[in-house]
Each structure stands twice: as structure tokens, then as C-alpha cells.
């Protein structure tokens, strides 16, 4: 079996959270408060659970690390926590997320392991990183420090993918100058990134689960990502 080199990927991806551009600004918010900049009370016809998957699926991104692709298994889904085994040509991980009305955290992750197990979703929490906050409508800002935060910029957002086109929130990642968007479908969860450094887009999207048995069966979905 080729060999894998797996390293976490939270934060995104989706509400893997962010992808893996932004892992290498990973944050812990055990430690840095996730104060929330815009607490608008005004109604939204949208929560924050709208945006997570509702149901077991493959999800097959091009683009990402050197133009290799990505493939995201999300493949436990509970009514407040869900589990993504994400795999690239040269990190991967798993990342659990809770859900809540109107937040989203990811809760546990792991990297650098050649061996998935079958669920996650009971592990000790090992992280507690805010990916997103309502209300959701534009203009709802959350910080991690004073250089580094998320606003949600736009909603009912139109984008096109090679799998189709959704109906979106943009969530604007910024970084001191560095800045990425990202944007979540409902019932999906992330469709596409937007950024100068490993953009990404969804190409395809399925929910036959018998597929995923190894790893091996993960790389031979990762050759569609460069076709």
C-alpha cells in the first residue's frame, strides 16, 4: 500500500472549518477567547446546523496541496456531531464536529496515522476551535485574536462548481493581509475555497458509502480529483 503521510486538516475543511491553506494557522480556542464581534439580534432565516452534511457522503474537491485534490469522507452523522476522514497526496486526518442551533465547533482531530477506525465521535475533545457562529446573516464577525478573525460576507451567495451550482454563505477568513473565502452549501457543507494559496472546488459529490472500504479505495478516488 502506498504510504501515507497524514496530518490534521480541521478547520476545514470542511465545516471542515477551513482548508488546509489555513492549518497553518491553527487555532486552539481553549486558549484564545472566540469573542463575538457582531451579536445583531435581528432574525435570520438561516442556523448554523443548515450548513453542516446531513448525511453520510463522499465529497471529491480538485485543486488543494500542489493541485492534487482532496477527498472528504464524511461518514458518521448524529444530530449534534458529525466525523470527516479527509485525505490529500500528502496530509490527512479526522476531524469531529459538534453541532449546535446556531454553532459550530470542531471538537477532536488526529493526524499522521495510517490507520482510520471506524468512529471517533466518543473520543476525549483534544480541540474546541469555533468554525462558525450565528446569527447567520452578514456581517457576523467572530475573533480569535486581534489580527485573526471570520466574517460571514455574503449570503444566499451563488457559486458554480464542476458539481454544480450552489446556493451559498461566504465566510472571509483574514489574517493580518492573508485572507481566504469559503463557502458552505446547506445540507452539504463546503463547496468551494477561494484563495491565492491551494483554491479548491468541489467536483463531485456522492453518497454510495459501500465504496469506502481502505485507503487504497481513498487514492483511487483521489485520481479523479486531476482528471
Known amino acids: 500500500m502506498q504510504k501515507v503521510i497524514l496530518g490534521l486538516i480541521i478547520g476545514i475543511f470542511s465545516l471542515t472549518g477551513f482548508s488546509s491553506q489555513t492549518s ?21 432565516k438561516y ?33 449534534d456531531k458529525y466525523q470527516i476522514k479527509v485525505l490529500n497526496t ?12 446556531n454553532e459550530i465547533r470542531a471538537v477532536y482531530g488526529i493526524g499522521e496515522t495510517e490507520i482510520f477506525e471506524e468512529s471517533y465521535l466518543n473520543k476525549e475533545p483534544n480541540s474546541n476551535e469555533l468554525i462558525l457562529k ?9 475573533s480569535y485574536n486581534e489580527n485573526e478573525f471570520c466574517e460571514i460576507t455574503g449570503i444566499d451567495v451563488e457559486v458554480k462548481t464542476p458539481a454544480g451550482n450552489y446556493n451559498t454563505i461566504e465566510i472571509t477568513y483574514k489574517n493580518g493581509d492573508y485572507e481566504s473565502k469559503q463557502y458552505y452549501a446547506k445540507g452539504i457543507g463546503l463547496v468551494k475555497i477561494a484563495t491565492e494559496m491551494y483554491p479548491s472546488e468541489l ?24 482528471k
Not at 442556523?47 to 461518514?75: L, T, W, Y
Not at 500528502?90 to 442551533?101: A, L, S
Open 24 to 44: 497553518t494557522t491553527k487555532i486552539n480556542n481553549s486558549n484564545v477567547s472566540s469573542e463575538v464581534l457582531n451579536e445583531s439580534k435581528s432574525e435570520s
Open 90 to 101: 500528502g496530509t490527512g486526518g479526522v476531524g469531529v464536529y459538534e453541532i449546535k442551533e
Open 134 to 142: 450565528g446569527p447567520i446573516k452578514k456581517g457576523t464577525k467572530w
Open 47 to 79: 442556523s448554523a446546523k443548515d450548513f453542516v452534511p446531513k448525511k453520510p457522503m463522499i465529497k471529491v474537491f480538485n485543486g488543494d496541496f500542489e493541485n492534487g485534490g482532496r477527498v472528504e469522507v464524511v461518514d458518521k452523522v448524529t444530530q
Open 203 to 226: 467536483i463531485e459529490v456522492d453518497y454510495d458509502m459501500e465504496q469506502i472500504k481502505n485507503l487504497e479505495s481513498l487514492f483511487d478516488l483521489l485520481k479523479k480529483c486531476r
